[in-house]
């Protein structure tokens, strides 16, 4: 169970800080409406750990949350309260993304938003409906989202919460906890109800019944900084859409980063990310060791941490045991994807929360985080990641979570704060280890010998390879098997033609029969026929199951093709036998149940040796028939 305590160092608190200078700042702090890390609430470390006083926290953060909404939320001052529809979908309303927007906002992006119902459409033939709230309510928000046909929502800018309040958490007898509560926007037909006046002006619910399972899946855009607000949207959009095209992305592994204990269970992120990193254990985890990994090359973080909305503490304290959202904000962490598990850092409607900035930084990176809003965190890790290995989206994978974990949504004290930050209709990359055909190379350079992994960073390149590394340009990055501009070891001076390496988890091509008599098509796997289009600069085409199998893309990918050109390819050499009644193919598959639903026939799970000969990672599905001798 994580807390968060006050640790008073008195002598260090009281010198040179009189009593009127700290009634005049604590004043000045309050009429500013700043989050309560930053006045009386941010913790110092010193000699002695004193326990929070809920009470005077639940009364702090709620006062400070409605005058922060009311002053961040922003309307058209001539049109009448309440929340509008702006576009109406085709009839019937099927497969309807619901994105509720602060109305105050919605001209300055505008472009944004249509450029995001054109990628939505797109991917995932979604009827994209937008709705303006102008100082709407949220049960105004709830009926728009139980209209027939919703499969999903995200909110965009400064929206109603619905709040929860519970008693006794955590086993601890008298201790209250007040919290937004997303839950309410994905769960359409349960009971919500038992609402008390929980202090200045916010009501909230106390049970929660009937059927509380989620029906829709759910995402938020709620920037952490009003100030910034419509550049930061902008900016969101902006780097979404590059990601989705495929334009940005890092290498598919995870950083898994344990401060407060040895969690065994977190080993189910491996589930999705089977390359990973774990470094655990107060002895090594601290805040300058964690910062100083954000630009090693991870697509996903997941950090278990004590927390506030505004900062990690890393224990033992010193030297270096805190993060700060300022750190996230300046220094621009490496990631796309977060999981936080680290008390109240998604709190949105704290000013400059954390897991804000980690989304809503002014860089390539920051796209999604899952965090809570209260103290708690996400356990049953599988039942989020294994959705995700099957590359459905992450908003997906949220709902099924809430759906298939017993307790997320039966244990309010752990998981009543969870939500979602960022885009829901996120995926996996798969352009980060996606195996494609390497092409015949042909000697990069008379004076440049390159081999090991690929890197995304000159330092993470020579940490891993103790000797000189050299950037690829995009001719040497297909040669070496790479993405463009990724980093290699290298020796200068020796003459080669490299044989290259696949990056981790690629697995061979099979070996291809002729794809069809009137249809040749190569170069890499797209995800839109305009990122095709551009990459190739000739026809595209979406590849049906046979073709991408052949192709070794994933299914219904666009590659470069040219018609009326008959082509058999080149077969690749046959693999050494696995064993003597073993006969295993296809793609390499995180489960059993997505392989057979790939494969259409058994599959097994592959050891290290035979992981080794398919080019698979160990413990690997594949498409398999026994009693073969191949």
């Known amino acids: 169970m994580r807390q968060a305590f006050f640790q008073i160092n008195f002598k260090k608190f009281l010198q040179g800080v009189g009593i009127g200078i700290l009634i005049l700042a604590f004043w000045w702090l309050s009429v500013r409406a700043e989050a309560f890390g930053e006045t009386d609430y941010r913790v110092e470390f010193g000699d002695e750990w004193v326990p929070i006083d809920y009470d005077e926290f639940n009364a702090k953060t709620i006062e400070l949350s409605e005058k922060i909404y009311q002053q961040r939320h922003s309307k058209i001052k001539d049109k009448k309260d309440g929340l509008y529809r702006v576009n109406r979908s085709t009839s019937p309303a099927t497969n309807v993304f619901r994105v509720i927007v602060e109305a105050g906002i919605y001209e300055n992006i505008l472009n944004s938003l249509e450029q995001y119902k054109v990628d939505l459409k797109e991917e995932y033939n979604y009827q994209v409906e937008f709705y303006l709230c102008n100082d709407c309510t949220k049960e105004e928000i709830k009926a728009a989202l139980q209209t027939a046909g919703t499969v999903g929502t995200v909110f965009v800018g400064d929206l109603p919460s619905a709040w929860f309040r519970i008693e006794d958490c955590f086993h601890q007898e008298g201790r209250i906890e007040i919290f937004p509560i997303d839950l309410y926007f994905m769960d359409l037909n349960g009971q919500w109800a038992g609402e008390v006046d929980c202090g200045s002006g916010i009501r909230c619910f106390t049970t929660h019944t009937g059927d509380t399972l989620p029906e829709i899946f759910f995402g938020r855009l709620t920037a952490p900084n009003e100030s910034q607000e419509v550049e930061l949207l902008n900016h969101y959009f902006e780097k979404n859409h590059q990601y989705k095209q495929g334009e940005i992305f890092l290498p598919r592994r995870s950083l898994n980063y344990i401060n407060t204990r040895a969690m065994s269970w977190v080993q189910e992120v491996n589930i999705a990310y089977p390359v990973y990193d774990?470094?655990?254990?107060?002895?090594?985890?601290?805040?300058?060791?964690?910062?100083?990994?954000?630009?090693?090359?991870?697509?996903?973080?997941?950090?278990?941490?004590?927390?506030?909305?505004?900062?990690?503490?890393?224990?033992?304290?010193?030297?270096?045991?805190?993060?700060?959202?300022?750190?996230?904000?300046?220094?621009?962490?490496?990631?796309?994807?977060?999981?936080?598990?680290?008390?109240?850092?998604?709190?949105?409607?704290?000013?400059?929360?954390?897991?804000?900035?980690?989304?809503?930084?002014?860089?390539?990176?920051?796209?999604?985080?899952?965090g809570s809003t209260k103290a708690g965190e996400m356990r049953g890790l599988s039942y989020f990641y294994q959705p995700l290995s099957e590359f459905k989206h992450f908003g997906l994978a949220f709902k099924e979570w809430f759906r298939q974990y017993q307790w997320a949504v039966?244990?309010?004290?752990?998981?009543?704060?969870?939500?979602?930050?960022?885009?829901?209709?996120?995926?996996?990359?798969?352009?980060?280890?996606?195996?494609?055909?390497?092409?015949?190379?042909?000697?990069?350079?008379?004076?440049?010998?390159?081999?090991?992994?690929?890197?995304?960073?000159?330092?993470?390149?020579?940490?891993?390879?103790?000797?000189?590394?050299?950037?690829?340009?995009?001719?040497?990055?297909?040669?070496?098997?790479?993405?463009?501009?990724?980093?290699?070891?290298?020796?200068?001076?020796?003459?080669?033609?490299?044989?290259?390496?696949?990056?981790?988890?690629?697995?061979?091509?099979?070996?291809?029969?002729?794809?069809?008599?009137?249809?040749s098509c190569s170069g890499g796997c797209y995800s839109s026929p305009a990122n095709c289009q551009k990459n190739c600069d000739q026809s595209c085409t979406r590849l049906d199951q046979a073709n991408a199998t052949q192709q070794g893309c994933w299914l219904n990918a666009y590659r470069c093709c040219q018609v009326s050109s008959p082509v058999a390819p080149t077969p690749t050499p046959t693999p050494t036998p696995i064993t003597s009644s073993l006969s295993c193919s296809g793609g390499c598959y995180s489960s059993n149940t997505n392989c057979q639903n790939n494969c259409g026939q058994p599959c097994t799970k592959l050891d290290q040796t035979n992981a080794a000969q398919q080019g698979c990672w160990p413990s690997a599905y594949r498409c398999c028939q026994t009693i073969t001798n191949n």
């Open 278 to 370: 774990l470094i655990t254990g107060p002895e090594t985890t601290n805040g300058n060791d964690y910062k100083n990994r954000w630009n090693d090359g991870y697509e996903h973080l997941l950090v278990a941490v004590h927390s506030t909305p505004l900062e990690h503490f890393f224990i033992p304290s010193a030297p270096n045991g805190s993060v700060t959202w300022e750190d996230v904000k300046t220094l621009k962490p490496h990631f796309h994807f977060y999981n936080l598990l680290a008390c109240s850092n998604a709190r949105f409607t704290t000013e400059n929360y954390m897991a804000g900035w980690y989304v809503f930084q002014k860089s390539d990176y920051g796209l999604l985080a899952i």
């Open 410 to 519: 039966n244990d309010k004290c752990w998981h009543g704060g969870m939500t979602l930050i960022g885009d829901p209709t996120l995926k996996i990359s798969p352009f980060s280890n996606t195996p494609t055909p390497t092409p015949t190379p042909t000697p990069i350079t008379s004076s440049l010998s390159c081999s090991g992994g690929c890197y995304s960073s000159n330092t993470n390149c020579q940490n891993n390879c103790g000797q000189p590394c050299t950037k690829l340009d995009q001719t040497n990055a297909a040669q070496q098997g790479c993405w463009p501009s990724a980093y290699r070891c290298c020796q200068t001076n020796i003459p080669i033609t490299p044989t290259p390496t696949p990056p981790v988890g690629q697995s061979p091509t099979p070996t291809p029969t002729s794809i069809t008599p009137s249809l």
